[in-house]
Structures are given as structure tokens and as C-alpha cells.
């Protein structure tokens, strides 16, 4: 037995499948965490929520990965990863990182110092102020601010 399909229904499956989005791989990235510190876990499951596949692995060496990494102290983070020649130092949101990977920037990568309260990873503490927080580039001569977290 034959069967046929009307120009519609065909119409319909083409429309259908030309519509469809295309689904990107999700981008690599190696994050190197102190052992015993719990919010670089969560930034990384929200980078892998965010189209990231972050590979974390614990060292108690994270302060030569960061100098090898070329992060200043000044940017210093609790975490370093890397995503192929860049770097990301710190709770940077995923928005920043793929504009930084789209734009192709000439810089080593980014950074968020210190461990604030309310970036992606780290609750936000009750009734502490929110204020902009900076996100600096990394391997510039001076500090440069690429955007900030608010």
C-alpha cells in the first residue's frame, strides 16, 4: 500500500523543521576550585544552566593556577577558569563571558574580585546594600571596567 502526502502536510513538516533553532554546543570550559569551597559548585551549575559544560576540578593549588593563568592579585577571585585562551576569574554572569567570546577581545579574559554577595553563585545577604559591582578585564596595563552587575 501507498502512501501519500498532500502538499500541505509537507508544506507544514518543511515550515516545521526550517523553523526549528538550531541548538548550540554547549561551550567547554575547566574551573579550578579551592577543595572545600561550596559557591564555585553553584556558579558552575549555573554556567551549565546557561550553555556552558564546566569541568570543576578541586586543587590545593589554585593560587599557581591563578598567577599561571596571568590574573593579577588585585582581581584575584575564588575561583579561575579557563575557556580556551581566555580566562574567567570570579562570578562573571554568562552573558558577559559570550560577549566577550562573540566580540573576540584582545584581553585575557575577565574578572570579578573578591567573593560579593547577589552574582551568580553566591546568594544574596539580607540587608546588605546592593551596589554595581564591577567587572574588570584582565590583562590590561590599567584596570578597565567591561560592565557591571547590578
Do not use: W
Request: aromatic residues 6%.
Amino acid at each position: 500500500m501507498r502512501t501519500s502526502t498532500s502538499r500541505a502536510g509537507l508544506a507544514f513538516l518543511f515550515g516545521v523543521l526550517v523553523s526549528a533553532p538550531a541548538i548550540a554546543a554547549p561551550i567547554p570550559a575547566v574551573l579550578y576550585k579551592n577543595p572545600q569551597c561550596t559557591c564555585c559548585e553553584a556558579y558552575a551549575q549555573y554556567l551549565d544552566q546557561n550553555g556552558f559544560a564546566v569541568k570543576v576540578i578541586p586543587t590545593d593549588q589554585l593560587d599557581l593556577v591563578t598567577r599561571m593563568a596571568g590574573v593579577p592579585t588585585s582581581l584575584e577571585g575564588c575561583h579561575t577558569m579557563k575557556l580556551g585562551s581566555y580566562v574567567i576569574e570570579g562570578h562573571v554572569p554568562a552573558p558577559m563571558i559570550k560577549q566577550m567570546l562573540a566580540e573576540h577581545l584582545p584581553i585575557t579574559g575577565l574578572a570579578i574580585p573578591g567573593m560579593p554577595s547577589a552574582v551568580p553563585g553566591m546568594p544574596a545577604m539580607a540587608g546588605m546594600p546592593t551596589t554595581p559591582i564591577p567587572v574588570y578585564e584582565i590583562g590590561t596595563a590599567r584596570p578597565v571596567v567591561f560592565g557591571t552587575v547590578n
